[in-house]
């Protein structure tokens, strides 16, 4: 698949426009390349190590337009190209709609665009080693330096609090934006029975988060079944670790090359 | 392996045409290539995803007639090819057994395609997330939206109930019938000691229920390990599920995809 | 590597002569290619599927000779190849030792061969699923009919017992008689701290036998976690089952075929 | 990758000069291929067998003077290149920089070699069994015989001891020289809600001491959490063990050929 990447990259070169628009929303523009193939590489990294299966999705906000997002159409992100991209706005219509389909829990994406000005990237998932902590009363909380960022507290959305049963689909704006208001200032949290949402300031750091927001949290459920009180990561060391956090390079270029390795 | 699949299907165009019938049973004619392709990928998907071993078994009803199925000769679902298929009548006689072995477990398929007019497809496995759920009295309930079709019950057939002590396999008609019996009208059932039955409207359904059951329980063993109160997606957020689900395209053309780069 | 197994067998055609002793005992003669072919298959079978980690080993015993048996020089089980095969006697002393390495436990083997007539195959894991109940005081009992065999019993021989501080080896005949004691008529035994030894009527059983007892005891100890009382396979439903068992054919196409495919 | 060990092996013959200082310190001189390339194979190892993760790094010290130690740039260990390796003197300054990032922890390696003259490699892992054991209060015992040299107990470093609030990192040399003193005579210490330090003679010791110092507490925690008391190792038994101690010559030649078969 990687063919892909590089002849979609060669022909484009520097930039990607959207095709004349479909709809009455004009496209914000061309989106460095760059750009894109971090978003498409991200789904790849994310499905390559199980923390995305075949129905989470991730997204990047325009870099030319606040009010715009990017995002695969539906599809499983392990098998996400560049031609899958497309651009939506933040009720989350697509800009060119082009027959295809779109994921009906989009609108996670929008609504924390709508509410989170500091937020550039945007990942959902069905991550097996936090759906635990989002049906049991124990707190997600950090016990790895690398997960530190959890220690504002990890919010757990409850569908059924606001709307009473439902599918289980933050399917249109009204979950979604309850959704971002259960998040409010944080990086992750947990939706009960369904998964995680992971925010950050660009897709290869809310990548890293969504990582190792997994690993800690497998690795607590292993401390909790030994047993005993666990000694957690403090507020004051998560605080001075949010000011010099992890490299996000090193974990990149790492995870990029495993992906690449296997698809060669 | 994939260039068996490829090669077989070239040759058949669009059907094939079970051998002549070397028993009183008449052929119901030929299975669209579709249906067989589908059959033979749902074998190699589990068994790439770990849901089936050397001794699982995958059938489907015959689209032309609803007193046939199919499912290969006894042999490792990860080594099934099209040509390995055969046609069962639903006492599970084979109409042409062409001097090979069956699965002797054959009955749980026959049995419930018997009992259960609505099942297109049914899949028999020792998931090893499951058997735990089999042994023990906690109910394998579910907490994760994808498996919310569990929550209709999933009951736990006991051979000892019906049979006393036994080899512990469903080699005959009697034993399907019971298993049958158990499952009633839910898509799973668990077997004490042994794995567990899913069926489904076609093959790809039911790959995707035993997937996400065999997660779902592994994801509430770990949650009960944990501790404390479990928080289960309810009867009403099943049902409304129910009408809507997981689209089983999305998860077939990554799984497809992931079990071709493999054979590749 | 499967190239240098082809290679080989070509050579050998039908049978391998051992090379001229250089000791006092003579060689019980040539061994027939496939039983050698399924003692280096087994050993890569059991390090693919990780039963197997670098310091466990296998033998058959000689077909021609009961008192001869045969297993690879001292190297990890995952690079075993033809060449490595060495014939050694009762006592553990090899037939032409060629300047090679030997197994310190090799006294494992030759002490079970003396004890039990009707083993044909010796295995000794360091096993990970079923270290840990080598150490707690919870029984591994079958609740998996594919693991039935264990119904008569796991014994788990405590080497501290008869012979206080030792490095934890079976290095020298009085340890491998004291295990083979503790065996006694049982197919598997447990060796506190260290592992299991697993023996069978043939290297596709006691293959089998070693890759169900591991998944048991991870199943087991999943059960255990869940809580409450386990309902194990009876002693009658495991009697039966012995005089039915599992076709070790299904599973050793399976595992051969995917070692196969990853070596190509 | 092997093709860029094997060019660089095959330009350098048998050593490997340091490129001429750019800073005060003299070179120690060039060290041998076959160490080098030690270093480089246990970076790989490490990182395929997953005990590594994108951050750990390890370092020899220089074969011809005891104040200078080698260790990769700041690289995912999993991606680490002759080319990439560094000398260092003890207070972790780089005999020539030429431009590159230096692990920003590399003051463990550098204040270890100082405190333990014994130490010839020393390897820092996020090693995700070993993690639970810092944060609870369990100490990690030795249950597996190839985990032995743990009898001599495990200390946990807490940094807060020490430090008080810090970012959780080893980024400076007091903190190096009080983990070093945590350490004191001991091959394995853990670093609360951080991973391990893991010494010894060689480097291949080194990594055997690495993977089973995470198995056994992966056992551990399943016994632990299986419930009862738990029998480990005797010190008299560990200390019979350290004597005689698990030839590291068949992890090593299995790991390795594990990793080039992936490379390849």
Sequence with gaps: MIRLIVAALSALLCSLSVAPAQTAQPSAGPVPAAALEDLVLANRILADR????????ISIRHPADPNRYLMARAIAPGLVTLDDIMELDLDSNPVARRGRS???ERFIHGEIYKARPDVMAVIHTHSTGVIPFSVTQKELKPIFHNASFLHVGVPVWESRD???????????????ASLAAALGNKPVALMRGHGD???GPNVRVATLRA???????RMLATALSIGG?????????GALRDKDPSDPTRTWELWKANVLKKEH
Tied chains: 1, 2, 3, 4.
Aim: charge should be negative.
């Design 50 to 57: 199980g923390v995305l299966d075949a129905y989470g999705h």
């Design 102 to 104: 779109l994921f009906v």
């Design 162 to 176: 606001g709307f009473g049963a439902t599918k289980m689909l933050v399917n249109d704006g009204k979950l979604g």
């Design 197 to 199: 949402v992971v925010v």
């Design 211 to 217: 990582v190792y927001t997994d690993e800690n949290a």
């Design 229 to 237: 009180p666990v000694n957690t990561v403090s507020p004051a060391e």
